[in-house]
């Protein structure tokens, strides 16, 4: 058979597929709508931060229980995994993230969260689901559900895993190290999907996007502890001002970027936070300042690493100030996530198929960071895609220059969660039942 006959006959039948598949899960699906708008709600109204999704992987391993999965709590943290065997075949795994951020809700809904609690310092901090990972985890609730009633469509086994932490970058080192991949079966492919809030740039609701290869960037947390010799603000010669080496090294960390980085290699180096003073007329013996830093190559972390040192040590050497200290949070490292690109070649056909050609993009690399990338590193072929989030006549509005939306980490963040979670679950169910089928 000459080959390119043969890939159309494997085209047909693929579309014809997932067709045919696509209106069981729809059927599925639409039965237990409400419930899952209801549960995105609760998910939405009552988030939980890093670390400390007690509430929220309880909820969710509910759903799980209620889906027939076997399900495990207490998994590198507040980490669920719901089983689902079905006789002999491969063992896939879904991955849906389960924490919210440190952000006062300013969307206006009528189920917005007003939870505000304790961070780990002590601060009080509201807490938002601005990231749509209340998204992530309802679709991860009505795949099992949907899955669980179509046994005779799939054979093996899938993993629906809910992991704490990731805004931290902990969360999926965590299930390892606890064992996820002992306890249960290592996976031989592994799925997770995650809401686009790109903004005016994303797509809507409806649509996904995708990437074959690298696909997000390293991600380090950085802190400099800038010293000095505190004293009054009137006599600055008596002292070694702190914030003034501080505002230096913040407009010197930029220029490691703008002046040693070539400009077709991208990182960022972000600083998101400043700490120092108790008062207008105090020089502070100290300010600590916390970055991110994005890479998308290995050498290149290891040279903007070593040039945040020293922009830091040449910016207290000049003023005479003692030597800084720079810290690397190894914890939160998170390497770039590197999409299997036979993997995602075949998922994305079956999402053409699904969806129309017309729905299905690809987009660039991006800076941002997930800790899906640890699951890849541990050996498993990876596919991380992204699904359209914001209402369609809300994004045309905005791209003719009307009111602008929100992006994800904003307090305005919302998507539009009937349309995405509906998506989400059409989406990847059938790329389960394509990669389970029984061939």
Known sequence: ??????????????????????????????????????????????PELSGKEVLTSKRLANALKNAGCEVHEGIGGHGVVGVLKNGKGRVLMIRADMDALPLIEKTGLAYASKVQVRDDNGNLVGVMHACGHDINITCLAGVASVLGKMKDQWQGTILLVGQPAEETGRGARAML????????????????????????????????????????????????????KGGHGAFPDKAIDPIVIAARVVRDLQFIISRERDPLDPAVITVGSIHGGTKHNIIPAEVKLELTVRTVRTASRINILSAIERVAQAASLGAGAPEPVVRLNASEFTPELINDVELTTKTVKVFESLLGKDKVHERPMSLGGEDFSQFVRAGVPGFYYFLGSADPKAVAIAKQGGNPLAVTHSDSYFPDYATVIKTGVRTMGAAVLFHLADK
């Open 1 to 46: 058979m000459p080959r390119m006959f043969a890939f159309t006959l494997f085209l047909w039948n693929l579309a014809h597929t997932a067709i045919a598949s696509d209106a069981l899960i729809l059927k599925h699906y639409e039965v237990n709508a409400q419930n899952l708008a209801e549960l995105y709600q609760q998910f939405h109204s009552q």
């Open 177 to 228: 190290v606890d064992g996820l991949f002992t306890k249960f079966p290592k996976p031989d492919l592994a799925l997770a999907l995650h809401c686009d809030g790109r903004f005016p740039s994303g797509f809507p609701s409806g649509h996904v996007n995708y990437r074959a290869g690298p696909m997000q960037a390293n991600v380090d947390s950085v802190e400099i502890i800038i010293k000095g």
